[in-house]
């Protein structure tokens, strides 16, 4: 671990710099340098799993160490004096974030490419400094890159990760933990059409649980970021609204993505619209597994009785007791399009 005069020096320069009151703890809470007033304890958890955000006038960060993730580190800043709005302390946080990362991880001798591009990711802002990193550890700057997000159960994390190195031999290819559930994998000789072969494989070879989400090639290192954060949201609204899928891409995520941003106020009120009653309790499984059958084979009866292996007549039956529940008939396409779309919807109502 770093040394507590390095990590007091770095401190002591971001109160300057920020003109906020600092600290940095452990990932366990430990305070290491800085104010001692500075409550972490009922919100470390937090930190823990959602690595960067503010809260009343306090920014919280997670450093990764990206050898050793127990001595993952935790930066706060505290606006005393009321400066800053949140939006700007989120800025300030960040940037103070990934230089604070940036310098501990070279501090302590492991800042490789797996460090830079975490930074890019996750961090900082593009400097001189950036580029200059970026040629000492021979990385082009303007080559293509492709951002692949991987995601599944903790105890897999590490299945995940060999597997993922085993396919991935190539030294242009780089692979970074993000989280306790999710691996990044960005490469420059990666097709698209290469991502359903690793999906075969992780589900044949290594059975491991997982979905897959990307977007689209970065022309250059500038553009990576941008790349990344519309990867995540892929991941975000696919595990939302289609989990049954095990890959996302963000230019096909269809209707998802326009529900996705839908205030909660709107999809509920849509939901009232079709039931007094609580939604989820509305239809029973069966019938959720007729209408979605039957939005899948495009209204079709026929195509939807086969294969259920239910009788035409059952299926009518089935559907008869859908338009008695919800006032929707699924057999007319505005009212399947209703119906659908409150399924997405309530998948996605906190």
Known sequence: MISRQVLYK?????GQDTKLTSC?????GVLLVGE?????KSIIKDVVDRDVFVEG?????????????????????????????EDTLFVIGKMALGQLSILINSKKGN?????FYLQILKD???????????????IKTDEKRLVILFETKEAESEMLKSALKDYFSSTSTVILRLSKNRLVVIGKDISEGEIKIVANMLEAEAMISFHIAYYKYADNIEDLKAVYEKTVLAMEIGTTFYKERRIFSYNKMGIGKLLYNIPD???KEFLTEISSEKFADLLDEEEVRVANSFFKNNLNVSESARELYMHRNTLTHRIEKILQKTNLDIRKFDDACTLKIAFLIAKNVR
């Open 10 to 14: 770095v401190n002591e320069q971001i």
């Open 24 to 28: 940095i703890l452990s990932i366990k």
């Open 36 to 40: 001692k007033g500075i409550d972490i």
């Open 57 to 85: 006038n306090c920014f919280y960060g997670k450093i990764i160490d990206t050898v050793n993730n127990a001595n993952d580190l935790i930066l706060v800043l505290k606006d005393e004096n009321k400066i800053y709005n």
């Open 111 to 115: 800042f490789d490419k797996s460090s």
């Open 124 to 138: 900082t802002e593009l400097d001189e400094n950036t580029y200059k990193i970026a040629k000492n550890l021979h």
């Open 265 to 267: 106020r709107i999809n």
